[in-house]
């Protein structure tokens, strides 16, 4: 039977692989998380795949019915997707963040913040620029963890021209084209999840054979 020791060792190898395939390397390990009852424990790579096709999820369902940006209401609803997108970016980048990454997600987040709290300001300036950081954010993950897959390559190149028309567009179309620039993210995001998922699945050992029986 394998120990306690050889369980960790092997969990560590899995997330050096995972992490290993394409780009520049990162941690394999999430930060330091607390579970129920204050018990601190370190985020294999599996947790971090449970968590951000979670996240990816949610954003999902974050962007559904999103109305544009004309009442209070519809700015909570992009408000919230904003949020979720937040998360995604977080997750798959890993927590090694530069300070290039940190600043595009602030600025996300500051979006999120003045769209809940400044109703009197025109918000496509605030959007634009929220597209934009989590596009150019997106991006810099998709060339260093995901260079070598194709399909991450068309979602993020699919994605350019749905972030470049919100500068052309104001008012209710604007909200439109707001819908369809974080769906094209959210595409190109699902697509980086499921290809982390699919490392992860080709890292884990092999299982090994039953040893054969001793002839009688």
């Known amino acids: 039977m394998i120990g306690k020791r050889g369980v960790a060792v092997a969990a560590v190898l899995i997330g050096a692989?995972?992490?290993g395939c394409g780009g520049k390397q990162r941690s394999t390990m999430d930060p330091t998380v607390r579970q129920g009852g204050g018990?601190?424990?370190?985020?294999?790579a599996e947790n971090r795949a449970e968590r951000l096709g979670?996240?990816?999820?949610?954003f999902a369902a974050a962007r559904k019915g999103l109305q544009g940006h004309s009442d209070d209401?519809?700015?909570?609803?992009?408000?919230?997707?904003?949020?979720k997108l937040s998360d995604v970016l977080t997750l798959l980048n890993g927590p090694?963040?530069?300070?290039?990454f940190r600043q595009q997600l602030r600025i996300v987040d500051r979006a999120r913040t003045q769209l809940?709290?400044?109703?009197t300001t025109a918000p496509e300036p605030?959007?634009?620029s929220a597209i934009r950081a989590a596009e150019t954010a997106l991006s810099d993950?998709?060339?260093?963890?995901?260079?070598?897959n194709e399909q991450v390559k068309a979602a993020v190149e699919a994605l350019r021209p749905r972030v470049r028309v919100l500068t052309t567009v104001r008012g209710p179309i604007h909200g439109f084209e707001t819908a369809r620039a974080l769906d094209a993210l959210g595409a190109a995001a699902e697509r980086m999840a499921d290809v982390y998922q699919q490392r992860m699945q080709q890292a884990q050992p092999a299982t090994a054979p039953a040893p054969a029986e001793n002839p009688q």
Do not use: H
């Open 17 to 19: 692989v995972v992490f």
């Open 39 to 44: 018990m601190p424990r370190a985020q294999t």
């Open 54 to 58: 979670q996240a990816v999820d949610d």
């Open 73 to 83: 209401e519809s700015r909570r609803q992009l408000a919230e997707a904003m949020a």
């Open 96 to 100: 090694q963040q530069d300070g290039a």
């Open 116 to 119: 809940t709290s400044d109703a």
């Open 126 to 128: 605030t959007i634009n």
């Open 141 to 148: 993950v998709a060339s260093e963890q995901f260079a070598d």
